[in-house]
């Protein structure tokens, strides 16, 4: 049963790409907001790991859709960087803005900087396997 539910999630979520992204996020998250304590700090950290791992493998596989979807390179790579990008952006402002993060924006700001080139890298890197070689 565990994995048939985890084959169901991998069609949605890259597995892989979310425990990095966690991992990041979530000590980036850390750091930012030490200065107001290690509870406040663990809290926002932990959202952010949380976040991270089921939304960003989530939108991360988005990314990938898009970027093969259409014929048109130039639309679909838009397409797949800048719709992931601000959802991203947006959903990680949300879960700072509710109570326990002390620094919502400086909590958004790491995403603000990493996810546009994170998703053009990973949009560029699906669509160019998806093209035939030659």
């Given at each position: 049963m565990l994995k048939s539910v985890k084959e169901a999630g991998a069609r949605v979520i890259d597995y892989r790409m979310a425990w990095l992204g966690a991992a990041a996020m979530g000590s980036i998250v850390l750091l930012v907001n030490l200065p107001h304590g290690m509870a406040s700090a663990s809290v926002a950290a932990l959202k952010q790991a949380v976040y991270t791992f089921f939304f960003a493998g989530l939108i991360t596989r988005a990314c990938e859709r898009l970027a093969v979807m259409e014929k048109d390179r130039r639309?679909?790579?838009?397409?797949?960087?800048?719709?992931?990008?601000?959802?991203?952006?947006?959903?990680?402002?949300?879960?700072?803005?509710?109570?326990?993060?002390?620094?919502?924006?400086?909590?958004?700001?790491?995403t603000i900087l990493l996810a546009p080139p994170g998703f053009a890298w990973w949009a560029w890197k699906k669509r160019a396997a998806s093209e035939p070689s030659g």
């Open positions: 639309v679909t790579l838009t397409l797949a960087i800048v719709i992931p990008s601000l959802m991203a952006i947006g959903f990680t402002y949300i879960v700072h803005s509710m109570r326990g993060t002390p620094e919502p924006f400086l909590s958004t700001l790491p």
